[in-house]
Every structure is written in structure tokens, then in C-alpha cells.
């Protein structure tokens, strides 16, 4: 399919990541990785922005502290921005999932103590949004949206491709502990199908065939 511009044909399929289409001229290294935007500072930087700083690492320590040194900062900068310890909830636990990469029962646990809320309270919340991982996931987490726009571009195909590649079934985890592949029913790129988050960082215009160089890169970064 196509439309025309200017009386030239033109490909429908949007050309790429935002940076490329625009005043900017990016290489995909820069686009991909964290340099270009700067260091994320583990105390989460000014208050006003501290509660939205959620990252997802690559290395994972399900045993780390809750929460000492800067990310204790960031906790205080999170508390200090709600008059209701309740409406923290949501950070604190996103703050908790980076450092562990998961959120356990004994997390949310520690959560609730820290929060003063039932236990049952916050375990209604865990279990609720699909986006907090219960159970512990790879180096990299590759969430393939399947829906709407994505389907229709070949979503299921580039999710058997990457469950193909990576030598796993839907919510396993590889053997050498790098990736675990989950479909999910939007990343919120639908201009960019099929879209493809994979920890922290936004793939678009994904086909089946860009998968094992993808992977590869990945595999790269860890060594």
C-alpha cells in the first residue's frame, strides 16, 4: 500500500525511529543505546521526576537491599511527592523491580513495611498489572506486542521468530540466562508495528527476519 505526497508515490510503512525522520541525524547506536541521553542518576535526580524514573537493568540482583545508598534517596524523593504513602505504591515497587528485576512475595512484603499498608493490599496491586514481573526474568525481557496494528504486520510471526532464536517458549527463560520473550497486547508504538521493547529500549518496524541480528547484539553487550 501506498499514499502520495507531493504527486510521488511513497511507502506507507512509517520509515523508522522518530530521530531518523526529523532535524536529527542518528545512528542507530545512539538511538539503541544510553549515551545520547545521558546518565540515569541512581538517586533519581530532582524529586519531581524521581517517581517516573523506573529502568529496567541488565544485571539483576534478586537479593539486593531495599533500599540502601542512592536508591534510598530516591525512595525519600518518592515519599516526598505524595501526601499519602498509598500513592506511592506504583514507584516504590518500580523502584523495587529495578533492583531486583522482579517482584517476589517476600518484596512485597518488604514494600508493605516500608509503606505501613496490608500486605494483602499490595499483593492486589502486584498481581493486577501485567507489567510487574512475579517471578524472575533473563538479562534481557523481549515483550513482542501482538496487537491490533502489530498483528496485521506480522506480530505473531516476529514472536515465533524470536521464540524460535532465543531457544525458548513463551515466558521461558534461555539457558544461558540472556533472554525471555513474553507477547503483551500493546507497547503504545502503533505507528511503528511490529514494536518490540526489549528491557528498557523500543525496536520498531521489527520483521522475523531482523531477529537473530537483533539477538546477536544483545548477546554482544553482555560478552
Known amino acids: 500500500?501506498?499514499?502520495k505526497t507531493s504527486g510521488e508515490p511513497v511507502p506507507f510503512r512509517n520509515p523508522g525511529w522518530a530521530g531518523n525522520t526529523g532535524e536529527y541525524e542518528l545512528t542507530e547506536e545512539q538511538v539503541r543505546g544510553d549515551d545520547f541521553v545521558g546518565e540515569r542518576p541512581l538517586d533519581g535526580g530532582h524529586p519531581s521526576v524521581a517517581p517516573s524514573y523506573p529502568y529496567m537493568k541488565v544485571e539483576k540482583d534478586p537479593e539486593a537491599p531495599l533500599f540502601e545508598g542512592p536508591y534510598e534517596e530516591r525512595f525519600r524523593k518518592i515519599l516526598s511527592r505524595y501526601p499519602d504513602p498509598q500513592a506511592a505504591l506504583l514507584p516504590t515497587l518500580n523502584l523495587a523491580e529495578e533492583l531486583r528485576g522482579h517482584i517476589s512475595a517476600?518484596?512485597?512484603?518488604?514494600?508493605a513495611r516500608l509503606l505501613e499498608l496490608?500486605?494483602?493490599?499490595?499483593?492486589?496491586?502486584?498481581?493486577?498489572?501485567?507489567?510487574y514481573n512475579r517471578r524472575p526474568v533473563g538479562r534481557y525481557l523481549i515483550q513482542v506486542c501482538t496487537n491490533v496494528s502489530c498483528?496485521?504486520?506480522?506480530?505473531?510471526?516476529?514472536?515465533?521468530?524470536?521464540?524460535?532464536?532465543?531457544?525458548?517458549?513463551?515466558?521461558?527463560?534461555?539457558?544461558?540466562?540472556?533472554?525471555?520473550?513474553?507477547e503483551v497486547e500493546c507497547l503504545a508504538a502503533c505507528g511503528f508495528p511490529t514494536a518490540v521493547q526489549i528491557n528498557s529500549r523500543y525496536y520498531e518496524n521489527?520483521?522475523?527476519q531482523d531477529v537473530p541480528r537483533i539477538l546477536e547484539r544483545l548477546k554482544a553487550e553482555v560478552g
Do not use: K, W
Request: one cysteine or more.
Open 106 to 111: 517476600e518484596t512485597m512484603d518488604e514494600v
Open 206 to 208: 521489527v520483521t522475523p
Open 118 to 131: 496490608p500486605d494483602a493490599y499490595v499483593r492486589g496491586v502486584v498481581t493486577f498489572y501485567t507489567m
Open 151 to 182: 498483528n496485521l504486520c506480522g506480530g505473531d510471526e516476529v514472536l515465533e521468530a524470536f521464540l524460535e532464536h532465543a531457544g525458548v517458549g513463551e515466558g521461558e527463560t534461555s539457558d544461558d540466562g540472556n533472554f525471555t520473550v513474553i
Open 1 to 3: 500500500m501506498s499514499q
